[in-house]
């Protein structure tokens, strides 16, 4: 789950009592973005000699899109700046698991929080505090709400994980050019239909259906399904996790806990109930495999299994556009140009925010994107030269390289001074495709986005965003036909900002993405209980949409699947989850 991975998000607290020990990584949202009231530090010291940095990407299809366009200016620009080369691992999380027990561990690591507790008891993992006072890396020490939260999640003083794209305090609020994150369908299959207002799940699920129905082939002549699942996401449990939650105004909150938006003074504990994640996901696939729209691989298939899949046509929705990238480059070329969009819905949550985030109650600033932690390995000979290379992708030099590329390929100086990203770079972005790939930049599948250390709109010394693609009017320029079509239609300047509508509207609410509330990692006996918990949820949560004909049928399997729960411990968990969250919401507010 959120991601997408997400940022911590409260108001209540409603506990996915499971508290899921996920092996793989969570998927964070980019959509609200800060811009800070002052720069973060910059480094532009270069290392003496050349060294070899292995790294452990979070996930192992991001890595071999990596090292399938290793010679992109990006990449390249990065090592020449910190002179080093890297060597970019596609490790899954049985190779991980593996790798923490064998003690075979590569230089920097990038991995959730599940396993960055696992890393940290087992002391394999560095305090880079002292490294980092030695090395100068003062770029590491910006935003420390970040530092703050990894200190309280692993109960240390040490500094033995920094989470990247964070954030100050002090922000006003810019959204993404486009959401990534929610319920996302061709845009030629939504128009075709006329545009359906979907004020419901069911009515997404009946929007889909029509779909399949319209279009029931491919174009090599094979099946088309509505859905697939990614299997090795979160342990097994993110496409269930993502699926109803953004949209019900619950998000993911360290891994392990969803949370609502209502009230963060106060815990709901929808046990299992209506109002949780794996309760709605399970209803609606249940019907959707009654249907005919789940894809018959889809409990056993992997992201690169999803996407190769939605390449070919087969599968036509998706609760993010993560795994449709691919097809959207693909379909971008044809005779009439398409794409997956998000769809705002009628009903539910968002995540455009109508208001800065410091107007939020409790609220201390961005502490980047969950799940994409990043460590230094005991193993590695050269951690100095591991924490200067983070010094400088984390500052907002570094970062911009990542997001707008290099200066004078992709991005200039105009003539007053304002870095601005150079119109053949903005085409290329139109365009997509191999051409995209091959720069590296933000947006392209090459791209080292898990690196860059600070949020789009921080701004770096010479008073740009780190992301030069972040500026509006930069939006209104990289927009596709697709993109266009889309505003045009929701009558907004670019497709973020139908989101923004709706709200606006009062047809959806405001899903903030953010934590304010900091809870302690899961105590031995919790945790063993959590990983019991895991491997019920993912045994049986297929079991409940496979088997059950009917909607009587599959209120009693969800029935025994509670049960199973109860009987492994959850309440217990869920116990621990309330009683830690009211003790750390009222230390964070003063009472």
Not at 39 to 68: D, F, H, Q, R, Y
Not at 228 to 251: A, E, I, K, M, R
Not at 344 to 363: A, L, M, R, T, V
Not at 508 to 513: I, L
């Amino acid at each position: 789950m959120r991601k997408v991975k997400g940022l911590s998000k409260a108001l209540v607290l409603t506990i996915c009592a499971s508290l899921l020990v996920m092996t793989g990584c969570t998927k964070s949202s980019d959509d609200g973005e800060p811009t800070s009231t002052a720069s973060a530090p910059s480094t532009t010291a270069k290392p003496k000699e050349n060294v070899k940095i292995s790294v452990l990407w979070c996930e192992e299809g991001g890595a071999t899109n990596i090292n399938t366009y290793k010679d992109n200016p990006v990449l390249k620009e990065i090592e020449k700046r910190t002179n080093t080369t890297l060597e970019i691992l596609g490790w899954n999380a049985e190779k991980l698991s593996m790798s923490i027990a064998g003690g075979d561990l590569p230089d920097l690591i990038c991995t959730n929080d599940a396993n960055i507790k696992k890393l940290y008891d087992a002391k394999m993992i560095v305090d880079m505090a002292p490294l980092i006072e030695k090395t100068g890396s003062k770029s590491l020490l910006y935003a420390p709400n970040r530092i703050k939260y990894a200190k309280d999640f692993l109960g240390t003083e040490g500094i033995y994980y920094l989470t990247p794209a964070a954030f100050e305090a002090d922000v006003d609020t810019i959204l993404p050019m486009k959401m990534d994150v929610g319920p996302s369908v061709r845009w030629d299959y939504y128009k075709e239909l006329g545009y359906p207002s979907i004020k419901s799940f069911d009515d997404y699920l009946a929007m889909v259906e029509q779909m399949v129905q319209k279009h029931p082939t491919t174009p090599d002549g094979k099946k088309v399904y509505g859905f697939g699942l990614f299997n090795d996401w979160s342990g097994g449990l993110w496409s269930y996790g993502l699926l109803t939650s953004v949209s019900s105004g619950v998000n993911n909150y360290a891994e392990t806990i969803d949370v609502s938006k209502d009230d963060q003074s106060k815990i709901i504990s929808d046990f299992y109930g209506p109002q949780n994640p794996y309760y709605q996901a399970s209803q609606f696939y249940n019907k959707a495999y009654r249907k005919g729209l789940m894809h018959p691989d889809a409990f056993t298939m992997k992201y690169a299994d999803f996407e190769a899949a939605a390449v070919k046509g087969e599968i036509i929705s998706n609760p993010a556009v993560y795994g449709f990238e691919k097809a959207n480059q693909e379909l971008l070329k044809a005779a009439n140009p398409t794409s997956f969009m998000m769809i705002p819905f009628d009903f539910g949550y968002s995540y455009s925010p109508p208001k800065p985030y410091n107007q939020i109650p409790g609220y201390q600033g961005g502490r980047g994107l969950d799940g994409k932690n990043w460590t230094i390995s005991t193993k590695s000979k050269i951690p100095d030269r591991v924490v200067e290379f983070l010094n400088f992708v984390f500052s907002p030099e570094g970062s911009r390289i990542i997001y707008s590329g290099v200066e004078g390929v992709n991005w200039e100086y105009d003539a007053n001074k304002k870095p601005v990203m150079k119109k053949e770079t903005v085409d290329t972005i139109i365009k997509g495709g191999e051409d995209l790939n091959k720069t590296g930049i933000f947006g392209s599948i090459a791209a080292l986005s898990h690196l860059r250390g600070v949020s789009n709109t921080v701004k770096a010394s010479d008073g740009g965003y780190a992301n030069l693609q972040s500026d509006k009017s930069t939006y209104i320029q990289m927009m596709n036909t697709v993109q266009k079509d889309y505003a045009k239609y929701y009558g907004v300047d670019y497709p973020s900002l139908a989101f923004t509508k709706k709200v606006d509207e009062k047809k959806m609410k405001f899903n903030a993405d953010y934590k304010v509330v900091s809870l302690p990692a899961m105590p031995d006996d919790i945790k063993r209980i959590d990983v019991k918990l895991q491997d019920i949820l993912v045994k049986g949560l297929p079991k409940t949409i496979i088997e059950p004909k009917t909607d009587e049928e599959w209120v009693k399997a969800f029935d025994k699947l509670r049960n199973d729960l109860n009987a492994a411990g959850a309440q217990t968990v869920n116990k621990w989850a309330e009683t830690e969250y009211m003790k750390a919401y009222a230390k964070l507010m003063g009472k």
